[in-house]
DNA sequence: TATGAATGAGTCTTCATTCAT
DNA sequence: CATGAATGAAGACTCATTCAT
């Protein structure tokens, strides 16, 4: 055999046979798939086989049972986030700019993905037995994101310091999936919908609501 | 049949039949009692008849099918929402007053019924394919609630005409609803937990997160 | 409604809905059918169901799972036995005689019982979780039947003292059961087969096998 | 290919191949070892595959489907049972030392191989349907082996004419079995259990179990 | 109307077997 | 021959819904 010949035959292997990492990404997408179209109870593992182009058989060589699936997700999600909110932290930027970068990159996000943002701002309601507490929830993790900003401003003087980081955070992300949804459910182009949303947010959140003219109401 | 029987067989009907809203009613709520306890899907039929003190057929009779459950228990808690709004609208309150009003009702509803209040922040999950279009959803509702505030503000000068509406209604619920959330997870007495959430929300909100001295961030 | 109508309308319910001990019964029964035509392993739920006239989901009804079914069939044959151990210790027989009578009512059972028989000899490679440990299992049951007379001849002085009573009710059983066995793959008339085989047994096991002659081998 | 890589490759597989009936005995005890932990239902492909150390598909060059190695596990305790009683039918031992004996290698291989023991006690509730019918059942063969030898007793005269060597082979499997179970669920070493077993089960087996002084029980 | 036993379509999951490499 | 990922038929079990009483 020719070292050519061999080379080939690896490229064949290379096509046909996908390492598991593989595999594992191709069903993770496709449940994803269904999950964000059907929501998770009306997902049925055949039909996350058919999305990925296996058999139901094949999927149990990749994730113990159906909400491992579910789990796995999340992990790979809270991954991505994490891995994003250290670079951001290792940047020097101002907790106002920090906000502003992280809200943009949910929006990028829901953007680009529709199916894994809807299915992040949904997932509250999954009955997911297995995710074990040490692994932290996606939206907790979120939360924390936002409220360890906001008490870094909080820190360095820049924030009031007689607010709650953590309502701050949720009023942030409400507003932010609020946006979100209504992309799900409207005609508008998702772009046009986002387009300026993160920085209407951080200034409303940093002047607050009243006219400067008269701040009572 | 003698009379005697029949008399009993009367008694016996006053002591089981209830008129049928009556009964209505008595279904819904042990369905919110189970649903919040166990989530829509791990809450069976038979589940919900046991805890209505009734047998599965009974609910049949007065639903169509477990979503139209669902779907009723947000008929009437829109209904109540709505009754509510409108005595709030009736009132000589300002804006700000009533922002703080509906979130004051907000965290009540959640103190005194944590089952119903539990339910409503989780129903976007629910798979209800039956609830009709020109049926409001609930979170709209309240959504359009604050949304309806907010434009009153703005009309009457007092709060900034740049800012979107529906955006601050959503920072308002987020916050709202991460509190709630939270009040399910934690050991902390409720009570201790919503107190003077709606005023530090809604101080937040009106006068932003800046810290006074500086305006930069 | 007369007391005649009263009457009628309860034999009416009487034909048509079943206790539920008897459809427990009937579905038992139903699985001691199948389970010794196809073995424990082949046999499916929806075999037993088939078999019982009944659809599946009834079956769950009545049994907590697959195994259960099992449980209870020995749970009921276990009960048998006792019953008929303990009137059979309330007679004045000796021990000699019991052990026959025990006998006689093993080869009655698989004559009447063919499929029950079965069942009881093959039982004990079924994996049954379940059968918690105070259950006495059936065929430990039987074993210390056997013991238990032996160890009263022993008591009386009829049968010797330096014999492990575990070890010949061993003997007597698996005598028995090869027998039982026997006529399973035979064509011969089980009545024929079974005919004087406890007293042959009995025989053998009283007086040993040697002829009276010769005492050595 | 170049020379080099060729030498490489016949070293590879002269370490891996073995020649055929070496595998086949290697995937033989893998089973054995398998199917009396786990049970025959229990007992996976993969966890043989396992246990060989190999992979499932090896499995299928050897043999056909899970049914034959089953099969042929018994094929092979077959074999050795018949040549040890064909050595045994060699040896000039009376009838009653011969049943001792072959009582003795019981005991002796359930010591050694507490695994094929279990199995080969167990294995009644097998569902082999492809065991063929000229492929004598191990226990029918071991049941054989000791009629055979009570035959010759009786052709001898030593044992009594009017016995059925069937039935006295049941007895002596019978109570040979039942120790060996007892043996399985006991925390007594097996070495002490089987301590003189054979020897007890003989002498009832000879003399009866009556006590010499009174022959009426 | 109330009852609740019966129904059976629908799910998840397992595992013997195949086959491309 | 060895490999082991892929297959998919088969089986246990659930539960919304019906209907005879």
Known sequence: MSEVSLIISREVIALTKKNPSERKEEIRKAAVQVISNLGFHKTTTDKIAEAAGLSVGTIYNYFEDKEEILSYIFEVEREKLKSFFSDLNDSAQSPAKKLRLLLDRHFEMALENKKESKLLIDHRQM??????????????????????????????????DDLDPELISGMIIGAADSVVVKSFFTDESPDEIFKGVSERIIRALLHGILSSKNQQV
Chains 1, 2, 3, 4 share one sequence.
């Open 127 to 160: 009955p997911v037995r297995k995710v074990s507490v040490e692994i932290l929830d996606y939206s907790i993790l979120l939360k924390s994101c936002f409220q360890s900003i906001l008490e870094e401003g909080i820190a360095s003087g820049g924030v009031r």
